[in-house]
């Protein structure tokens, strides 16, 4: 099945009790074709939000995650999603929180982590990265 854009769908929309999950068009009754975009896949609001928080988990869980990097920054964090997303790897990135440590860290910090059976291919395409050592 085609991956849903949840910025598509208008849940708030009271009326809707039936999504397009081609275009997101809503519907007030459940329908057998969307009248905007065709497609007969046309979900009812209950299963809609199933299919959209099924993906959210799958998009967020990894199976064996590992630590790849920690950054201070956003601005150093840019070029590792690029060169993860180049490199077709999957990550996750969370912040470094200083809940049930003596000490906070001075930064805050952004925490990658990718699969562990990934991760020599991640660090590679970091390291490409890097800016060379003059
Ligand atoms: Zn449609």
New binding site residues.
């Given amino acids: 099945m085609a991956r849903l854009i949840p910025e598509r769908f208008n849940l708030e929309d009271p009326e809707a009790v039936a999504f397009?999950t081609?275009?997101?068009?809503p519907f007030a009754r459940l329908v057998e074709a969307?009248?905007?975009?065709?497609?007969e896949e046309i979900l009812p609001r209950d299963e809609l939000l199933v299919r959209l928080e099924a993906q959210q988990d799958e998009s967020r869980a990894l199976a064996e995650p590992v630590e790849l990097i920690a950054l201070p920054t956003e601005a150093e964090a840019e070029p590792v999603r690029a060169a993860l997303e180049a490199a077709g790897i999957r990550w996750t990135e969370q912040p470094d929180v200083a809940d049930g440590r003596l000490f906070a860290p001075a930064e805050p910090a952004l925490r990658f982590f990718v699969e562990t059976r990934d991760l020599e291919r991640a660090e590679a395409a970091l390291d490409e990265t890097a800016p060379p050592d003059l």
């Fill in positions: 397009c081609g275009c997101g068009a969307c009248v905007t975009c065709g497609s």
